[in-house]
């Protein structure tokens, strides 16, 4: 047969290849067009203990709608006990879109029922990269194809080429025990055993043929056999237990680890040893260097192959790799620079090769080689446009693939910081961050510090392991503080420990947090708040990729803070948190009109703290502002939803009490007066100190006012009668003179 006959025949049979990958992937999308009616948004994973445990769900899923959340325990569908994946599945296929499903689960040891309504939207963009994937394989073999007549290798690349088109046109998301189904499984294991041959055969060919191989041709049937012998062994087992052969599903679930577990590994150690070999032995520089490109791009996925299998069988020897990889981050140096690279730079030879063959052959076609500079003038804009496309598809598939629990616990702290801002104010937001970031890191107290204005001071504003408003509020620590200072300049997290080296007051703060690791939260090159993270509850360390994720969620944090900063501004005040002077006023006087309109009760209060000059004289204003704090946060437990309170003054808080009388205002006053009079305040350094408040009381049955004053006439009969509790001694109530 001659040159040009061979090169047609090649042809031929790659174009009867392109059109069965072409209408197996027509197959994949309407398989997943199918399936997107039936998707519920929902990740799940057997629990420890058994049972299904909810990972993750999808925003605006139907497992979101329905109220599931992660660490939910699935417990039936449709009234069929769910003890692992496979009786989800089973119950999942007869999903129908539109159509509800009932769903029992457990959250926090409590059943409760909900519907699922399956049903998303197609993945339209997953589709079509995943399309041009498989048409850059396709054509990678229609190219190899048209040079087989010239080169032996060629013809290796062209059918490898073809079968990982093959395998990833083949169509997903079938349901299950069908014939459909049956055949994918079917071909997806032929198609893998083949590969093993085919890929072992051309790595055995790279630069140039092994010589042993010419002196002993019959041993290139060997790799062939073995992977063709185990692919036929899973395609049976999934026959026979396709067909409901009792017992087959055991021996199903052992050749699918066979091909996968065992064969993988073997495959990569293989490969990447004829290629080595080459590269120590091959007679010539040219073809060392080479096998060397090649041996390069290999050992990532030698490396993450190898570590999978280790983590798989659980045996003995991957003890030594988990304390290598924690050590030195490993599988971040291989997710982020080997592999990702290697990737990357494949895909970039790769369409380089095919614009050069490709102009190559189209020169041909024609006259003059001006036409080859066409075609790649015209390639090279296509590869500036789905070359990003295409790589974050084929790294998000590695995601998925390799290292699920980093992609479930990136979704987690997306999806956290996505809901900060509907839970409205500063401190329910950073209840809620607290909380669930201790839950989903799995870690011990999770504490929020927020800068007070005006002067950068950071103060707690929620912790996980209590309630806020019960503490002292003692974690005070000033702008300047030189471990602020570098918090702010590295804008990374960083270990505690550090940290206290650098500042005996930041020091005492950590160790009373617990906390091991300190993430800023900086916008615009202030810091504007720190998460203060405890150690992890099972004994293990941050790694690299965790502390990048923490860095992220700080910034999305931080921003989300700063902006409800700036709207709370105007309204409440920094350090105290409670409404500002104007603010306040505004409200007595909305409350005057409402009372005055419907002829309604209404009392104020002025409360005055006794001595606190001498507080700050005595223990410095830094200490002041702590008492201040803590002040305010023991007026707004003592008072209704309904009342209001603001700092008035420097030292004074006015109270607005609608709906109240007199006697009832004079009720609370009291309850405030005893209330602070007992509290104790731990100040800096370990002090204690102690403060008592003089109150006035009035309400608006006793006091008249013109339409001018309002409110302001209440605020002065109070004020009268905090004069009157001063002069008769402090640490005491008194009312308007005009009621008395």
Do not use: C
């Not at 080429?161 to 459909?180: I, K, M, N, Q």
């Not at 100040?683 to 049955?701: I, M």
Request: charged letters at 20%; a neutral charge.
């Amino acid at each position: 047969m001659s040159s040009a006959s061979a090169s047609r025949l090649s042809v031929r049979w790659a174009l009867l290849a392109l059109a069965l990958v072409a209408a197996l992937a027509l197959l994949g999308v309407a398989s997943e067009v199918r399936f997107a009616g039936r998707r519920i948004g929902v990740s799940i994973e057997v629990a420890e203990q058994g049972g299904l445990v909810v990972l993750d769900s999808l925003p605006e899923s139907p497992a979101r709608r329905a109220g599931l959340r992660p660490g939910d325990r699935l417990l039936s569908l449709e009234g069929q006990p769910l003890h692992d994946t496979s009786d989800f599945v089973h119950v999942a296929e007869r999903f129908r879109h539109g159509g509800g499903m009932r769903l029992e689960a457990a959250r926090e040891g409590h059943a409760f029922e909900t519907t699922l309504v399956p049903g998303m939207a197609v993945p339209w963009l997953d589709v079509v990269l995943g399309l041009l994937v498989v048409a850059l394989y396709s054509a990678l073999g229609l190219l190899a194809a048209s040079r087989a007549a010239e080169d032996r290798r060629a013809t290796l690349l062209a059918l490898f080429s073809f079968a990982v088109a093959f395998e990833l046109a083949l169509p997903g998301h079938l349901t299950r025990d069908t014939l459909a189904a049956l055949a994918v499984a079917v071909a997806f294991a032929l198609v893998t055993g083949f590969q093993f041959g085919l890929e072992l055969h051309l790595a055995a060919s790279i630069p140039s043929p092994l010589p042993w191989l010419a002196r002993h041709p019959a041993a290139v049937r060997a790799p062939y056999l073995f992977g063709l012998t185990l692919g036929a062994f899973a395609a049976l087992a999934a026959i026979l237990d396709g067909i409901g052969i009792a017992r087959a599903a055991p021996v199903r679930a052992f050749a699918d680890s066979l091909l996968t577990t065992w064969m993988l590994p073997f495959w990569a150690a293989a490969v990447t040893a004829l290629i080595g070999w080459r590269v120590a032995r091959h007679p010539e520089p040219r073809g060392r260097y080479q096998a060397a490109l090649v041996l390069l791009g290999l050992l990532p996925w030698f490396g993450v192959v190898m570590w999978e299998t280790a983590r798989k069988l659980g045996a003995p020897i991957a003890i030594v790799p988990e304390l290598v990889w924690q050590l030195f981050d490993l599988e971040w140096v291989v997710r982020k620079t080997f592999l990702y690279g290697a990737l990357t730079s494949l895909l970039v030879l790769g369409f380089y090769t095919l614009v050069g063959a490709g102009g190559a052959l189209f020169a041909r076609q024609f006259d003059g080689g001006g036409a080859s500079v066409w075609v790649v003038s015209t390639a090279t804009l296509a590869m500036g446009l789905l070359f990003n496309p295409m790589r974050q598809r084929l790294e998000a598939l590695i995601d998925r693939k390799m290292f699920p629990e980093r992609k479930a616990l990136r979704s987690r702290l997306v999806a956290l910081a996505a809901e900060l801002p509907v839970q409205g104010k500063l401190p329910r937001m950073g209840e809620h961050l607290t909380r669930e970031l201790a839950r989903v890191l799995g870690v011990g107290p999770v504490t929020l510090w927020i800068a007070a204005a005006p002067s950068g001071q950071l103060v707690e504003l929620a912790a996980s392991h209590r309630p806020t408003t019960d503490a002292e509020r003692s974690a005070l620590i000033a702008a300047e503080d030189p471990a602020i200072r570098r918090l702010l300049r590295d804008g990374r997290p960083s270990a505690a420990a550090s940290l206290g080296d650098a500042s005996p007051a930041m020091a005492e703060r950590l160790a009373a947090a617990a906390a091991e690791l300190a993430v800023p939260l900086v916008v615009q090159g202030r810091m504007i708040g720190l998460l203060l993270i405890g150690a992890k509850r099972d004994g293990s360390r941050f790694v690299a990729e965790e502390l990048e994720l923490l860095a992220l969620l700080a910034h999305h944090v931080a921003t989300v803070f700063e902006n409800a900063r700036l709207f709370d501004s105007a309204t409440f005040e920094g350090l105290t948190g409670l409404f500002r002077r104007e603010s306040i006023l505004e409200i007595l006087d909305r409350e005057w009109n409402r009372a005055h309109r419907y002829d309604r009760p209404l009392a104020v209060a002025v409360a005055d703290l006794d001595h606190f000059k001498s507080i700050n004289d005595r223990h410095g204003h830094l200490n002041g502002d702590l008492v201040l704090q803590r002040v305010a946060a023991e007026l707004t437990s003592l008072l209704r939803e309904t009342d209001f309170v603001g700092r008035y003054g420097g030292e004074e808080f006015l109270i607005v009490l609608p709906e109240t009388t007199l006697e009832g205002a004079r009720s609370l006053a009291e309850k405030v007066r005893r209330r602070l009079e007992e509290v104790e305040i731990r100040l800096e350094g370990g002090a204690q100190a102690r403060v008592t408040t003089s109150l006035g009381v009035a309400s608006r049955s006793e006091v008249r006012a013109d339409a001018r004053s309002r409110g302001r006439a209440l605020i002065a009969a109070a004020d009268e009668a905090l004069y009157a509790a001063k002069n008769a001694g402090r640490n005491r109530v008194e009312i308007a003179a005009a009621a008395r």
